[in-house]
């Protein structure tokens, strides 16, 4: 029993000793209070002042590095291969014969059609004999000229065919691997090796179509790639003539020379295209956008409040923004804490 009263003793403690803690404190704050006029305490923030500069637009995007012209080799018709005149990895000229297909039974068929071709000659002469004397009608020299024609043209085939079993670069450039051997007997669904013009290069990517009237072909860029920090310039030679309806974008085609050969069709290129000038342009840091369902948002310093403002952003680097509706010079641009303000809030801001 003792121990029982004891229990609800230290509860009762307990309990009055909370209601005299919760007293003491509202009491403290309502002093607070008083002193500060019944306001809540200004937020410390930073900001700066707002100023107009002229400013670079640059257009930061990504871009793909494309051979001047590459295509596969292949044979146009099937064959043993009788010789291969080329090494893997090196540079070919224009004409260079890569390898030749035997072609002997092309050359005992070519031989055929010429005699058969010489026959076809001589029957049309004694036509023609034949016709000037009345010992034959007209259509009987037509069809000795038709087989003559028919002749003259199974022989043009014959010789193309054998033309086509030598195999030659149609441009200068680099071979690749290959994957014949003489003696090989391929067809043309075969891939013998790659052949890619690196002496320029393509670089190709896309920008969002209100920057479209912006870009004009003959205008520079510069363009660097991963695992090296040297900046890269090209020329534009080539703009796609209609947006692309599915992504918003137009693509755009800009050329390069490729001195050193240290640029690798296939790879990546971050591509900076230089556009308008602007004059007067207020550029503020991205840290002191907020991003709202709306749009974008600002604070900015309003007799001792934060003052929300929406904002019409455009350009993006990675440490600032050009801004073009919403802020003027003066204004003073509140950069830290932007996060937790509220509009009408009470601030102290530190300019720097």
């Known amino acids: 029993m003792k121990i029982k009263n004891l229990i609800y003793a230290l509860l009762i403690l307990g ?25 809540d305490t200004p937020t410390a ?33 099937s064959g043993i291969v009788e010789g291969i005149y080329f090494n893997e990895g090196n540079n070919v000229s224009k004409g260079q014969v890569l390898f030749k297909i035997n072609h002997l039974e092309l050359q005992a068929q070519l031989k055929q059609a010429i005699t058969k071709e010489g026959l076809a000659a001589e029957n049309l002469r004694r036509a023609k004999l034949l016709l000037e004397k009345e010992a034959i009608s007209q259509e009987e020299l037509d069809i000795s000229i038709a ?9 043009q085939l014959i010789k193309a065919q054998i033309a086509k079993a030598t195999v030659r670069a149609p441009f200068s450039g680099k071979i690749g691997l290959r994957s014949i051997s003489t003696g090989t007997y391929i067809t043309p669904a075969i891939l013998v090796a790659k052949l890619v013009n690196t002496g320029k290069l393509k670089i190709t990517f896309s920008i969002p179509e209100k920057y479209a009237s912006q870009v004009t072909s003959g205008s520079s860029i510069e363009f660097t790639v991963s ?9 534009i030679y080539a703009v796609e003539p209609e947006v692309a309806v599915a992504t918003r974008t137009l693509q ?4 390069t020379d490729n001195v050193d050969g240290k640029l690798f069709p296939g790879t990546f290129a971050d591509v900076k295209l230089p556009l308008n000038i602007i004059k007067d342009a207020i550029v503020i840091p991205s840290e002191a956008i907020i ?16 003052k929300e403002v929406m904002v019409q952003a455009t350009t993006r680097t990675d440490a600032s923004i050009l801004i073009l509706e919403g802020l003027k010079a003066g204004d003073t641009l509140i950069t830290s ?15 720097k």
């Open 227 to 235: 695992g090296s920090t040297k900046v890269y310039t090209a020329k």
């Open 147 to 155: 087989d003559h024609a028919s002749m003259q043209a199974q022989t």
């Open 291 to 306: 991003p709202v369902q709306s749009g974008k948002k600002v604070y900015i310093a309003n007799n001792g409040k934060a």
């Open 337 to 351: 804490g932007v996060m937790s303000l509220k509009n009408e809030a009470p601030i102290k801001v530190n300019v």
């Open 252 to 255: 755009i085609r800009a050329i």
């Open 45 to 77: 923030v930073t900001g700066i002042v707002v100023k107009t500069a002229t400013f670079d637009n640059n257009l930061s995007l990504s871009g793909s590095i494309e051979a001047n012209e590459q295509i596969e080799i292949r044979s146009e018709i």
């Open 15 to 39: 309990f009055g000793s909370f209601i005299a803690y919760r007293v003491v404190t509202n009491k403290n704050k309502k002093e607070d209070s008083k002193k500060t006029g019944g306001k």
